[in-house]
């Protein structure tokens, strides 16, 4: 049942993440963009230069801005990430076998397996 739960959390967090990655690529686009204009206000020496990458700056931050929604899929993008971590360590468990004596050396590895649960 787990790995039913575990199945549709990560087809979910995947169709939100699709949906979303139109807005993902716009805003590290628009993020580098502004990277970019900061490098170049920098660079520039004169007033009506600064003053140009200033307002190309502003208006590409306000497209930036209306992509932030696109965080929504970065979430999703993670907690994908995290299900497939969870998949993975479930499968990866140690194979202990159940034996019915009281010996302690002979059930150390299933105590061992218990405690680290």
């Known amino acids: 049942m787990k790995k039913f739960l575990l199945f549709l959390a990560g087809l979910t967090a995947f169709i939100v993440l699709l949906a979303n990655l139109g807005p993902m690529v716009f805003?590290?686009?628009?993020?580098?963009?502004?990277?970019?204009?900061?490098?170049?206000?920098?660079?520039?020496?004169?007033?009506?230069g600064k003053i140009g990458w200033v307002i190309v700056g502003l208006i590409?931050?306000?497209i930036t801005i209306s992509n932030m929604f696109a965080l929504i899929g970065v979430v999703a993008a993670v907690a994908l990430?995290?299900?497939?971590?969870?998949?993975?360590?479930?499968?990866?468990?140690?194979?202990?076998?159940?034996?019915?004596?009281?010996?302690?050396?002979?059930?150390?590895?299933?105590?061992?397996?218990?405690l680290n649960k």
């Not at 805003?27 to 009506?48: C, E, H, N, P, R």
């Not at 995290?82 to 150390?108: A, Q």
């Open 27 to 48: 805003l590290g686009l628009g993020i580098w963009l502004l990277y970019v204009i900061f490098k170049q206000f920098m660079k520039t020496d004169s007033t009506a």
């Open 60 to 62: 590409v931050l306000s």
């Open 81 to 114: 990430y995290m299900i497939y971590k969870s998949w993975k360590k479930e499968t990866d468990g140690p194979v202990v076998h159940h034996i019915e004596e009281d010996d302690p050396f002979t059930n150390f590895e299933r105590q061992w397996a218990e």
